[in-house]
């Protein structure tokens, strides 16, 4: 199905637990967005926002684990918002998980109105990392449309004075990303690297960072996704991927 010119299709997730309307061809969500769901912690009837939504995976999971939540899931590609909209219907989300239409560059919200904010943003900026020939793909992940400091400003423009931003980056832009974070008064208080396999060097960084908040920040143990090279994943991502 799709009236959008492109094909939708319908993933079971989680033994079934849950299905995810998706495009057949071109982005599609992957490990990064599973990450981001489990690093993510949402308390009762706290209101929260993911930027950049998608087909919606980890904005699903998140009111899976957490329905007592409230979660806005802004997106500006009109393909994703109508399997947003499929995904929170089909799943029997429509009073915890709502779609907006809406770039967060061009703010659509009033000034500390979200509890957390949560985002597996583009990694790469123009003209860096492989181009897609599909521009959906180009779009998730790369910086088109925001900067990382105009993101990250945008972001605690909205967030409440405390309030939490969960993220999941690439781990070269580390530096850049902490440096911006600090810029904006968002403080990194949770730090996770994440390696393909033992020994190999971190692809990715999670980070929980908190609002005017102080100075000490905790480093967690890395995830590795495989066990090895080639390998299985760890018992870890396999119980990720049994879900909630």
Do not use: W
Not at 171 to 182: G, I
């Amino acid at each position: 199905m799709g009236n959008l010119g492109q094909r939708l299709t319908l993933t079971p997730f989680f033994q079934g637990k849950l299905k995810l309307y998706q495009p057949e061809k071109g982005y599609r969500f992957g490990i990064d967005a599973l990450l981001l769901a489990h690093f993510l912690k949402l308390k009762p009837g706290e209101k929260a926002l993911e930027v950049g939504a998608g087909s919606g995976i980890v904005s699903l999971i998140a009111a899976l684990k957490q329905p007592k939540a409230k979660i806005f899931a802004l997106e500006l590609d009109p393909l994703f918002l109508q399997c947003l909209k499929l995904n929170s219907q089909l799943n029997l989300l429509e009073n915890s998980l709502f779609s907006l239409k809406g770039n967060i560059a061009r703010n659509p919200f009033r000034k500390e109105v979200f509890d957390v904010v949560f985002s597996n943003p583009p990694y790469f900026k123009p003209g860096c990392g492989r181009q897609s020939p599909d521009e959906l793909k180009n779009l998730a992940k790369r910086e088109t449309r925001a900067g990382l400091k105009e993101f990250l400003k945008a972001v605690a423009g909205v967030l409440k004075n405390r309030g939490r931003l969960y993220l999941i980056f690439t781990a070269l832009r580390t530096a850049e990303l902490m440096a911006s974070l600090k810029e904006v008064r968002l403080e990194p208080k949770v730090l996770r690297f994440v390696h393909s396999y033992p020994g190999d060097q971190a692809r990715f960084i999670l980070v929980e960072a908190v609002k005017q908040a102080g100075e000490e920040t905790l480093v967690l143990p890395p995830l590795f996704i495989y066990q090895e090279k080639g390998g299985p994943y760890t018992t870890e991502v396999r119980e990720m991927l049994k879900g909630v």
